[in-house]
């Protein structure tokens, strides 16, 4: 099964209404969508250290939160070989507890439940994100978890965005390589799949949207983010992010504020 193609899907969009951590644990309250485009990211480079493909049900940008049908429309067209849906969580109030919890149909498959389970066990070994709402596999009728889109699929709840206790570990950059290292090693695990080439799985691989900057822009990204002109978001920069227009107007700004303070 070498070069299986491998849905991922991160869940809503940039600008999704409530869709962001509580603002008294978060005060940047960062979108959903950051947090976990930042692990599908992760985990598109982390399963081509199976010899995976990977593809975005979702809007990659964040410029829109793509219907839940056009998802899954996506999705099923792709014929690919298992389907990942990446989510946060709320609930809780800003009181402690949470947790991974993932999800698969009523009707699911064996294929989507070992998937499922494994995804559970795989990304809560590596962040240790074990609440008392972290009960392993849980059923419920989401689209992109569905046996209609034709291949094993789950919906994973990465942590809970109103949770005093998760906030600070999902905010962070090691939490979503660890979350992205453990969907891949759950696609492997199901496939049968062993890295390629002596690859150790994902380690120093850095993905589109990367919060690092390439090496030979560091030195430049260094001085741009200690002169101010960019901010960071959620514990990282997303240097290999898109830059959108609303957000070259803020950069330019910036600098021409801090040119005319000289």
Known sequence: MTGMLVCLDAGHGLYT?????????????????????????????????????????????????????????????????MLVSIHANAGIGGGPGGGISVFVSPSATKESRRLAQAVYDETVARTGLRGDRSQGVWEAQFAMASPSLGMPAALGEFGFMDSSSDVPAILTDAFARKCAEGIAAAVAKCAGLEPVGGA???????????????????EACEWAAG??????????????GPLTREALAVLLQRYHAMRAAK
């Open 17 to 81: 209404a409530g869709r962001r951590c509580m603002k008294a644990l978060d005060p940047a309250e960062t979108r959903e969508w950051r947090l976990k485009s930042r692990i599908a990211g992760y985990a598109e480079a982390a399963l081509l250290a199976y010899g995976c493909r990977a593809m975005r049900a979702d809007d990659a940008t964040g410029a829109s939160d793509v219907p839940l049908s056009t998802r899954a429309a996506r999705a099923k067209a792709s014929k690919a070989g």
């Open 227 to 240: 002169a101010g002109l960019f901010v960071g978001d959620g514990g990282g920069y997303d240097w290999q």
């Open 200 to 218: 150790d799985k994902s380690e120093g691989v850095d993905p589109p949207g990367s919060a690092e900057p390439s090496r030979w822009a560091s």
